[in-house]
């Protein structure tokens, strides 16, 4: 057994696990924990021969740590050290030692939750929060609680940082250690900074030449996912170089992978390109250098929209520091990242945990299937999002995997209970069973394990057609796409297994169709919407070719010179947007036929009674409406409209829209406003009965005033026919309007003799009169009982303001003579007194005043 760091600290770790302690081991990257520790404990007597789960976060990871211990051990993998991941598996009956991805840890747990025969479960880099990881260990904390009180099960949990994760919080007595580990030290150089818009193939490409140039050993270059990994590798294939270019990503086959980890030949070396695979766990023999791009991909979920988009975003600081120990585990060592210090310093200080951005549908269908209705019944570092959990539900509900009973919690299905025992997400799950019952097992299957996939036809459209197509063909006999054909089909083969051996459970028949199976050519339609039936689209009327609305409501989008841009009706597998946003972008779809609603795809329309006001056509209607989500597939008028509706519908209308929709004339609006200041002046005292006519206290009242004269509206043209006096009139009880016509007068005689208008449209009521016919009136006029003075507006010979008064006197005495002068030469066929109080009002110019 090699000696290392990790060394030192295994008395301390046995002597806990021997007295019934659980443990948790801080050890960075290269002091030999994921190997050393479950080695060094499978001969203790506390573990009586029991079997020890190592939980490991990646596939790659799995492989390479079962495949280390076997090494050390001198055997064969499958031996005493095992590996179990999904669709994939290396253990035999004198296994001890197994190595597990966390979805495995789950299903193991569903199938024997009292993991019988394992002694100790070990949770390898767990700083990283990873979704399974998580669910994994709750359900391994109640397991203990409830299976393994005679026979205790111990728990480790492993990471190189477990800053900030209070995990020891959750475990039984536990043991904190830390390992020093064996780092050297590691000069870390920054770029000028980097922006998450720019590309980044060239200066990788450009750092990686300069490293080979400068530094000794190999590099490890960290980029996001494996679209820059291909574009880097083409870049760098156009330089001779002194060095094999190696790309290491979780979809490449088992050869490719250990290709990149293990070492080189003597004298040689290598520039490996990997995702954030490589941050831990792995140990690539050989690395000096690190250059780090400072990004990685993430999925990310948003609950509103029940979207999953991979989204390229900075790491955190703690992922930048794993990055950077991978250049010194053998020697001093080398970073260059990419990004500036100050772009470091904004990172944040840990990864979000996954709970808190990820689709929870295969959490929660796990969680009903081991017997837990809320996430509260079990212990967390952080209880599941409410949002999210309820969005898991819907989509449970959807893939009638679970409902919810009348009176209680959750209830699975026993359709519900076999997708839980398939490795795949409930949609895919849901999908590939209905697909067996339609005769479609083959596609369905497929499908499922085309979409796990990267598509080698995208470039082409996002029509997944061709792909599927290339599937069901020979396999391409070179080239990359024999890997990708070889893999898809291998999958899927395990997944046709999986559900063939699944017992016979009430499902959708197949005669659903009526006339055989489901054409071939609509089949792979079908099964997506069968999976996603809230992305069935249908293309926007009027709209340009690409535009649809999404069942849900939403909008999509794709290119409009896509092949499948013209289609009418889609079901969409992927799509994603920015959040915020109301469109977002298909990236996977096939057509659909809308016929397949009316057999194999009825459950999926509902009939729906709608007697309301349609906004589009801008009428009332009584219809019966079949519908996809949102999306319209027929329409029929219903023969008697339910009580009360038409009714309720143009109230609301009213309410939506407001007052405005009625046919209010200026009269109306004056008498509105001239009640309006009566209310408010109270003339006759505080028992006043003017009644509120404002557009709050007639929406508040429509039933009483309105809704009886509603009888003929049919369209929103109608509302104009309105007899709108003769309805508003009989508010005002006699003797109300001989007192309006009294205290608020349309009217007021001026001392010319004119009558003039007066406007109550303002908070105080205008009188616009020429200034020549207010001669010898010295007191302002006045309304309401003398409450209320007018406020004049005193106009010059042309109409045009000349002073806006309530107090007539100071204006003749201190106004006047000014505006005279001005006034006099610029109108002198119009009267200007020098005493305005003497003299006689008049609306007539001079020659035409008597004896002018």
Same mark, same amino acid.
């Given at each position: ?21 659980? !443990? !948790? ?92 025969? !394992? ?310 799950? #849901? ?94 339609? !079908? ?156 003339? #006759? ?168």
């Amino acid at each position: 057994m090699p000696s290392l760091p990790v060394t030192d600290v295994l008395p301390a770790l046995r002597e806990a696990l021997a007295a019934g302690r659980d !443990v !948790v081991l801080e050890a960075p990257p290269g002091a030999g924990k994921t190997t050393l520790v479950p080695l060094a404990l499978l001969a203790d007597t506390w573990l009586a021969g029991r079997s020890i789960l190592l939980v490991q976060p990646r596939r790659v990871a799995t492989r390479a740590a079962a495949a280390r211990m076997a090494d050390l051990l001198g055997e064969a993998v499958g031996e005493q050290v095992g590996y179990r991941m999904r669709l994939e598996s290396r253990v035999s009956a004198h296994t001890r030692v197994e190595v597990v991805t966390e979805g495995v840890l789950a299903r193991r747990l569903q199938g024997d939750p009292g993991l019988s025969g !394992v002694g100790l479960l070990i949770f390898d880099e767990f700083h990283e929060r990873n979704l399974d990881a998580e669910l994994g260990l709750a359900l391994a904390l109640q397991s203990r609680e409830l299976f393994r009180e005679d026979d205790p099960l111990s728990i480790a949990v492993m990471s190189a940082t477990l800053q900030g994760v209070p995990v020891a919080d959750l475990l039984r007595d536990p043991c904190v250690l830390q390992s020093r580990g064996r780092q050297y030290p590691v000069e870390i150089e920054h770029g000028p900074g980097l922006s998450l818009a720019e590309p980044i193939d060239a200066a990788v490409a450009s750092a990686v030449r300069h490293a080979l140039a400068k530094r000794d050993g190999s590099v490890l270059v960290f980029l996001p996912g494996q679209a820059e990994i291909q574009r880097v590798h083409r870049r760098l294939a156009d330089t001779a170089l002194d060095a094999r270019v190696l790309p290491l990503y979780g979809s490449l086959s088992l050869a490719q992978q250990q290709a990149a980890i293990a070492p080189c030949e003597r004298g040689q070396r290598k520039v490996v390109l990997a995702t954030n695979i490589a941050e831990t766990s792995l140990t690539i023999e050989g690395v000096t250098t690190v250059i780090d791009t400072g990004l990685e991909r993430q999925a990310l979920f948003d609950a509103g929209s029940g979207t999953t988009r991979l989204t390229t975003r900075r790491i955190s600081q703690a992922s930048a520091a794993q990055r950077a120990g991978r250049a010194g585990r053998l020697a001093p060592g080398y970073c260059y990242r990419l990004y500036s210090p100050a772009q470091h310093a904004a990172l944040q200080e840990q990864r979000v945990p996954e709970l808190r951005q990820s689709d929870l549908a295969p959490l929660a269908l796990q969680l009903l299937a081991w017997g837990v209705t809320s996430p509260e019944e079990l212990a967390w570092l952080e209880v599941p999002p409410a949002a999210h959990w309820q969005q898991a539900l819907d989509v449970l509900q959807r893939c009638e995997a679970a409902f919810p009973r009348t009176s209680g919690p959750w209830q699975l299905t026993q359709h519900g209970v076999q997708l839980a025992s398939l490795p795949l997400h409930p949609r895919l799950g #849901h999908m590939l069973l209905r697909g067996l019952t339609m005769g479609a097992g083959e596609t369905a299957a497929l499908l499922a394990a085309l979409l796990a996939e990267r598509n080698p036809f995208s470039s082409a459209g996002v029509d997944l057609g061709p792909a599927l197509a290339s599937l069901q063909g020979e396999t391409p006999r070179r080239g990359p796409l024999r890997e990708w054909h070889r893999r898809t089909r291998q999958q899927a083969r395990r997944y046709r297994e999986l559900a063939d051996a699944l017992p016979e459970a009430p499902s959708v028949a197949s005669s659903a169709l009526g006339e055989g199976p489901l054409p071939a050519e609509e089949q792979l339609a !079908v099964l997506i919407a069968l999976a996603w039936p809230e992305r069935v689209a249908c293309a926007r009327e009027g709209a340009a070719p690409g535009r649809f609305q999404l069942a849900n409501g939403r909008s999509a989008s794709l290119a409009d010179d896509d092949p499948l841009a013209a289609s009418r009706w889609l079901a969409v597998a992927d799509l994603g947007g920015v959040k915020g946003q109301s469109e977002d972008r298909i990236y996977a779809a096939a057509a659909l036929n809308v016929a397949r609603f009316d057999d194999v795809l009825a459950p999926l329309a509902g009939e729906l009674d709608r007697a309301e006001w349609d906004e589009g056509r801008d009428r009332f209607v009584a219809e019966r409406r079949r519908q996809v989500g949102r999306l319209l597939l027929s329409r029929q008028p219903l023969s008697s409209v339910p009580p009360g509706a038409r009714n309720q519908a143009l109230l609301t209308l009213l309410r939506r829209r407001g007052l405005g929709m009625l046919p209010w004339t200026p009269w109306l609006q004056q008498w509105r406003a001239r009640i309006k200041l009566l209310r408010r002046l109270q003339p #006759h005292g505080p028992d006043a009965s003017w009644p509120a006519l404002d557009d709050v206290a007639l929406l508040a009242t429509l039933e009483e005033w309105l809704l009886p004269h509603l009888g003929s509206i049919a369209r929103a043209s109608d509302f104009a026919r309105l007899d709108l006096h003769s309805i508003l009139s009989v508010l005002l009880p006699w003797p109300l309007p001989r007192e309006l016509e009294r205290l608020a007068p349309e009217q007021i005689e001026v001392p010319s003799g004119s009558r003039l208008r007066i406007d109550y449209s303002g908070d105080t009521p205008v009188l616009a009169v020429k200034l020549q016919e207010m001669f010898g009136c010295e007191e302002t006029p006045r309304i309401a009982n003398g409450l209320q003075p007018l406020q004049l507006h005193l106009l010059s010979p042309a109409r045009r303001p000349l002073q806006v008064t309530q107090d007539l006197a100071t204006f003749w005495r201190n106004v006047y003579p000014d505006v005279k002068k001005e006034m006099k030469g610029r109108y002198p066929k119009h009267p200007w007194p020098d005493d305005p109080l003497s003299a006689v009002a008049t609306r007539l110019t001079r020659n035409r005043m008597p004896g002018g």
